[in-house]
Nanobody, 120 residues
Framework: EVQLQASGGGLVQAGGSLRLSCAAS????????IGWFRQVPGKEREGVSC????????YYADSVKGRFIISSDNAKNTVYLQMNSLKPEDTAVYYC?????????????WGQGTLVTSPA
């Protein structure tokens, strides 16, 4: 059974930092791209970042480029999202998932999200 569990969310003032973790199981981690997306009620899902396990390639949304860093520990089947210089507009529920298409913002699997709140 494919499982992805996001954790690490919380409340942090604008300008602060958080690190999210995504623990994955039930599939061959090294064969897939894992991504983070976020969602705010009433808005469309937004892809935040993606890492390709096979070659370590990374992708970022323009809105987070230069502030967020995605990384993975393949030995632990875990992907991290280091979020720096947080802004109020980063407030959302963050999910991690197995990416089907980064450009298409499509995911095959995802788990429960973790809430990040960054008030002004």
């Amino acid at each position: 059974e494919v499982q992805l569990q996001a954790s690490g969310g919380g409340l942090v003032q604008a300008g602060g930092s958080l690190r999210l973790s995504c623990a994955a199981s039930g599939f061959t981690f090294d064969d897939y791209a894992i991504g983070w997306f976020r969602q705010v009620p009433g808005k469309e899902r937004e892809g935040v970042s993606c890492i390709v396990s096979t070659d370590g390639g990374t992708y970022y949304a323009d809105s987070v480029k230069g502030r967020f860093i995605i990384s993975s520990d393949n030995a632990k089947n875990t992907v991290y999202l280091q979020m720096n210089s947080l802004k109020p507009e980063d407030t959302a529920v963050y999910y991690c998932g197995v990416v089907r298409s980064w450009l298409g913002n499509e995911y095959d699997y995802w788990g429960q999200g973790t809430l990040v709140t960054s008030p002004a």
